[in-house]
């Protein structure tokens, strides 16, 4: 009898432990909600429009104040800024006519200064083959000196190297503003945000020994 009992107990005890494993290794039912929610990850969207408008002006000088300026037209449409940003728009535009109207004169005058230093380089190496005679074609007989001719060759050939140095400036400068602009567009400043300047008295008696209050002036920032 001890022995059917124990063999009882046995199988009471394994059956138990089956259906706990069973109900832990069953599927949740098709009503039953999966929590899926994954943690936030932080986007920068500054960051993004920064690269986007960087690319954008190195492909094309300007091409990246003409993607800030759809970033200001998008905000304006959807309703998340403030009026319809006409200042901000026009310094855009005016931003891009100064790039082209900067490159253009530049280019211009690049061109001249190499035409102008392939000119006199041009009359030296005709006068150095006709002994020194004037060329009829270049209409530089008024330069009776060589020595004059060679100076203004040099000026011609640095203006040159000055104009094509001012150049690759502005196309720096082009994609430097379209990065600035794209990335202080996202940082955001609460409007609260002012300074309040204002005449104050300070006890000194503390620092410098006199027991007299001293004048001085009040800085307060509002958050």
Same mark, same amino acid.
């Given at each position: 009898m001890r022995f059917f009992g124990f063999l009882a107990l046995a199988l009471i005890t394994f059956t138990s432990v089956r259906a706990q494993d069973t109900l832990k290794k069953s599927k949740p039912f098709a009503n039953e909600k999966v929590d899926t929610i994954k943690p936030y990850k932080y986007v920068n969207q500054g960051k993004i429009a920064a690269h986007k408008a960087v690319l954008k002006s190195l492909i094309f000088p300007g091409l990246g104040q003409v993607y800030n300026y759809g970033l200001v037209v998008k905000d304006v449409?959807? +309703?998340?800024?403030? +009026?319809?940003?006409v200042g901000q728009k026009i310094y855009i535009i005016g931003k891009i006519a100064a790039i082209y109207a900067g490159g253009t004169l530049l280019v211009k005058s690049y061109l001249d200064n190499r035409d102008k230093y392939k000119l006199f380089l041009s009359e030296l190496q005709y006068r150095k083959l006709n002994n020194n005679k004037p060329s009829p074609d270049n209409g530089l007989e008024q330069y009776t000196n060589t020595s004059a001719l060679v100076v203004a060759k040099d000026i011609y050939k640095r203006n040159s190297q000055v104009v094509l140095i001012s150049i690759a400036g502005l196309y720096g400068l082009n994609v430097l503003d379209a990065?600035?602009?794209a990335r202080l567009k996202y940082f955001s400043v609460d409007e609260n945000l002012s300074l309040k300047i204002s005449?104050?008295?300070i006890n000194t008696n503390a620092i410098y020994g006199f027991s007299a209050p001293t004048p001085a002036i009040k800085f307060t920032f509002k958050l």
């Open positions: 449409q959807s +309703g998340t800024s403030n +009026g319809k940003r990065y600035v602009t005449p104050s008295l």
